[in-house]
T-cell receptor, first 115, second 111 residues
Framework: DAGVIQSPRHEVTEMGQEVTLRCKPI?????LFWYRQTMMRGLELLIY????????DSGMPEDRFSAKMPNASFSTLKIQPSEPRDSAVYFC?????????????FGEGSWLTVV | DAKTTQPPSMDCAEGRAANLPCNHS???????VYWYRQIHSQGPQYIIH???NNETNEMASLIITEDRKSSTLILPHATLRDTAVYYC????????????FGGGTRVLVKP
């Protein structure tokens, strides 16, 4: 089975540019999570969706960040405008709410560098 | 979710068992213990979880103390590919959604 698929895997962009990260969750999963990882702050939850509805976006750092989930098989995380401090690895993860084990599966990450 | 405490790093010898401790003294009755690991340049990977009984799967064993205030993840025969950061996380199992990651334990398996 395909896991969580993220794109792009690597992106280098200039400060001020818009960045869009994409995620395809595991088929049948109905919860989706966006995490950010940096050396200084570790793994932080930015936002998560249940059944395509945003449930908790308290981790979104500021208004420059936005996330959408237009359908069960696709989500985007957008940064506009991007800044050097946004450089990080962004992970998407998904799970099945009905899974009693509550296991969350992560993608391989999108490595973002803003120069 | 209950806070966890893990040693920041540990070494172990290839082929030997690796025992990774985790303290979670404020754990509630409905909170599970989860273990994830993150190999360099990869996303976190689920290892195992448990509520009060010891658990074993193809990757590891989880030993939870009777008072549930601490647990140990056991990698029975560590290999070089087990070098990773291991995260112990406590959260509500059935209804909880978020995984909150702490600093984890950086495990280095040496030949």
């Amino acid at each position: 089975d395909a896991g969580v698929i993220q794109s792009p895997r690597h992106e280098v962009t200039e400060m001020g540019q818009e960045v869009t990260l994409r995620c395809k969750p595991i088929s049948g999963h109905n919860s989706l999570f966006w995490y950010r990882q940096t050396m200084m702050r570790g793994l932080e939850l930015l936002i998560y969706f249940n059944n395509n509805v945003p449930i908790d976006d308290s981790g979104m750092p500021e208004d420059r960040f936005s996330a959408k989930m237009p359908n069960a098989s696709f989500s985007t995380l957008k940064i506009q405008p991007s800044e050097p401090r946004d450089s990080a690895v962004y992970f998407c993860a998904s799970k099945n709410i009905r899974d009693s084990g509550n296991t969350i599966y992560f993608g391989e990450g999108s490595w973002l560098t803003v120069v | 979710d209950a806070k966890t405490t893990q040693p920041p790093s540990m070494d172990c010898a290839e082929g030997r068992a690796a025992n990774l401790p985790c303290n979670h003294s404020t754990i509630s009755g409905n909170e599970y213990v989860y273990w994830y690991r993150q190999i360099h340049s990869q996303g976190p990977q689920y290892i195992i979880h448990g509520l009060k009984n010891n658990e074993t799967n193809e990757m590891a064993s989880l030993i939870i103390t009777e008072d549930r205030k601490s647990s140990t993840l056991i990698l029975p025969h560590a290999t070089l590919r087990d070098t990773a950061v291991y995260y112990c996380i406590v959260r509500v199992g059935a209804a909880g959604n978020k995984l909150t990651f702490g600093g984890g334990t950086r495990v280095l398996v040496k030949p």
